[in-house]
């Protein structure tokens, strides 16, 4: 199991911009497809972005797709998600995650494929 711990979340105005981050540790980092996901208040889980283990690979919700970018560092075991041009509608808790994907898939936008999971971390955009 590899862990996950995310930071980087707070309180911004609508228009502003947030990075978060993701160390892992306890596995090799680059054997791991990584995603975000988020859960806002009183809504599902849903799927945010999601990043090959080598990094050329990348999905986006189509609710952030131009807005945010993910990315990863596999020489600092992290993987980051910048937020630009944020929205009420983004507020929730997001959630990195990590899994070891068949060679037919490069990522997954499913949450159901990943075993590995953070803590999360809150992210609060005021209108």
């Known amino acids: 199991q590899v862990q996950l711990v995310e930071s980087g979340g707070g309180l911004v105005q609508a228009g502003g911009s947030l990075r978060l981050s993701c160390a892992a540790s306890?596995?090799?980092?680059?054997?791991?497809?990584m995603g975000w996901f988020r859960q806002g208040p009183g809504k599902e889980r849903e799927f945010v972005a999601a990043?090959?283990?080598?990094?050329?690979?990348?999905g986006y919700a189509d609710s952030v797709k131009g807005r945010f970018t993910i990315s990863r560092d596999n020489a600092k075991n992290t993987e980051y998600l910048q937020m630009n041009s944020l929205k009420p509608d983004d507020t929730g808790v997001y959630f990195c995650?990590?899994?070891?994907?068949?060679?037919?898939?490069?990522?997954?936008?499913?949450?159901?494929?990943?075993?590995?999971w953070g803590q999360g971390t809150q992210v609060t955009v005021s209108s």
């Open positions: 995650a990590a899994t070891q994907p068949p060679p037919s898939r490069a990522w997954s936008k499913e949450a159901a494929d990943y075993n590995n």
């Open positions: 990043i090959s283990r080598s990094g050329l690979g990348k």
């Open positions: 306890g596995h090799t980092f680059s054997n791991y497809a």
